[in-house]
């Protein structure tokens, strides 16, 4: 049994990232333009200066490529994510074997939770 982390909220998507994220998350093969669509987000994520960062799939409860989510970091986080302490970020995993994630992470505005959240149709 996988136990998530107590600071994860619901991705609303309303960013530019987000848009990106949405865009490749409609695919549900991989097909050339699930392709596409994933170097323009891992593209769009280095632009916007995410990280990379390796984590256990089991400590952040992630599953495949282009899944992620939004985590509030305690102010006693330990690891890679201390450098976060207290800020809002977005973990997007990148790639993956069965144990591990290629994750990054990025900071996320805590003004675009009050927004309304995005719909599949934009």
């Known amino acids: 049994m996988v136990k998530l982390p107590a600071g994860r909220l ?18 549900t093969r991989w097909t050339r333009e ?20 390796v984590g256990r799939a089991q400590l952040y409860g992630l599953g495949p490529k282009g899944d992620g989510y939004l985590y509030d970091v305690p102010s006693t986080q330990r690891g890679f994510l201390s450098t976060y302490r207290g800020h809002l970020v977005r973990l997007v995993v990148a790639g993956h074997s069965r144990t591990e994630r290629m994750i990054m992470v990025g900071l996320f505005n805590r003004d675009l939770l009050l927004a309304p959240v995005a719909s599949e149709r934009d």
């Open 34 to 53: 699930k392709h596409l669509a994933w170097a323009e987000l891992e593209q769009k994520m280095v632009k916007t200066r995410y990280q990379f960062f």
């Open 10 to 27: 619901e991705d609303p998507l309303n960013d530019e990232v987000g848009k990106f994220i949405r865009e490749f998350r409609k695919h």
